[in-house]
């Protein structure tokens, strides 16, 4: 059990439990231990707040975000980078290694207050805590790069050329001497190589930062579509209801001029028959968007494209089945003036639902390409070796 006990400390991520109450952790194995004996200078705090776990600051909160998880995460790492090559040198670093060491603590620390930030609808909007988290990230990851030692350099080859073809251009300069050089070293980074592959990696993770900035920014324009389709939906409804003659009149038919009007609720028109309209619209709209979801992706970037996808075919079907049952009441429709009853007015109302898909397949693929555009370790190389720098 002492030898599982390790490799788990040392290969894996322990599911650590705090209980306040007992002072304890439990750890992988279901055993539980003391803190001073599982990690020294952990404190002991309530589950329902961020904790601080060590005197690096790194926190863990039962309540946050999975981007919020894996940003504070990927900190941790670094931290723990920095502190091993300090520990390589116990006399200490040299005047100008120590300043980059002082310049990764900063970013670390910045990207620890931006992950850990209240978020408000306007920082999530902007996304300024998410940039400044990836961007100072990417900074430490460059200086902990400048700091490595000359022993262990060799293993950081693959790593930046990875992000090297994910992210840039075949024919970008720095892409394709670093993978020249490589190769004739056998992918092994040596010191002469050192600051073309910083010069690399830095403009790698500067365009993994313009592509998610192009997320956010498709995201945003999504956002305020759903919102603005929203609230006509909402000013079409209010006004059938205020002057049912204005609005439920067009939707209503008369297909024997001797009997009365046919509208989807009785034979007047009134606001429910708009608030039925859309509805049933809505309603459709909602179901292509259950059928559209085996092609729309899932995305790890903190900027729910997908969602907002779906959300935008709920508003825009109303609006479809509103505005389609006004170009048949028009006679815009070669053939269709008149529908006979409310049933057929409503079937009519859930086909013009689901014909909002021919829109909102237009704007399925270019939220494919926004998040294709994004890579990350997960991704292949195919399709951005052919991507043009």
Not at 91 to 114: C, D, S, V, Y
Not at 273 to 286: K, P, R
Not at 302 to 329: D, E, Q
Request: aromatic share 6%.
């Amino acid at each position: 059990m002492a030898d599982d006990f390790s490799i788990a400390n040392s290969e894996m991520q322990l599911d650590c439990d705090v209980l306040s109450m007992k002072g304890t952790v439990r750890t992988a194995f279901g055993t539980e231990v003391s803190p001073p004996a599982y990690a020294k200078g952990w404190q002991i705090m309530p589950p329902s707040r961020s904790m601080a776990l060590d005197s690096d600051k790194d926190v863990v909160g039962y309540t946050r975000s999975s981007w919020w998880q894996r940003t504070v995460a990927h900190i941790a790492e670094l931290q723990c980078q920095l502190n091993r090559i300090r520990s390589l040198k116990p006399q200490g670093l040299a005047p100008h290694e120590g300043e980059i060491a002082a310049k990764i603590e900063t970013h670390l620390n910045a990207a620890r207050q931006a992950a850990d930030r209240k978020k408000n609808l306007w920082s999530i909007i902007s996304g300024a805590d998410i940039d400044r988290a990836f961007a100072n990230i990417h900074r430490a990851e460059i200086k902990i790069l400048r700091l490595v030692p000359k022993e262990e350099l060799s293993e950081w080859g693959p790593f930046v050329l990875a992000n090297a073809r994910q992210h840039l251009g075949s024919e970008d300069p720095r892409r394709d001497k670093l993978e020249k050089q490589l190769r004739n070293n056998g992918h092994k980074l040596t010191e002469d190589l050192r600051e073309l592959a910083v010069t690399t990696l830095l403009a790698a993770q500067m365009v993994e930062e313009k592509e998610r900035a192009k997320a956010r920014s498709f995201r945003n324009i999504l956002l305020a579509s759903v919102i603005t389709t929203t609230v006509i939906s909402g000013l079409f409804i209010l006004w059938g209801f205020l002057s049912p003659s204005s609005i439920a009149s067009n939707i209503c038919f008369t297909p024997d001029p001797a009997k009365p009007k046919i509208c989807p609720i009785g034979r007047s028109e009134t606001g429910q028959d708009v608030l039925l309209v859309m509805a049933f619209g809505s309603g459709a709209a909602a179901f292509a968007a259950a059928v559209s979801l085996k092609s729309i992706q899932g995305t790890s970037t903190p900027y729910s494209v997908p969602l907002m996808l779906v959300l935008l075919r709920i508003p825009v079907g109303a609006l479809a089945a509103l505005m389609g049952l006004v170009l048949i009441h028009g006679g815009f429709i070669p053939g269709l003036s008149n529908l006979d009853s409310a049933p057929q007015i409503i079937a009519w109302a859930v086909l013009f639902g689901i014909l909002q898909e021919s829109v909102t397949r237009l704007v399925d693929r270019q939220g494919k390409d926004v998040l294709n555009n994004i890579r990350g370790a997960e991704r292949g190389f195919e399709a951005s070796s052919t991507r043009k720098g």
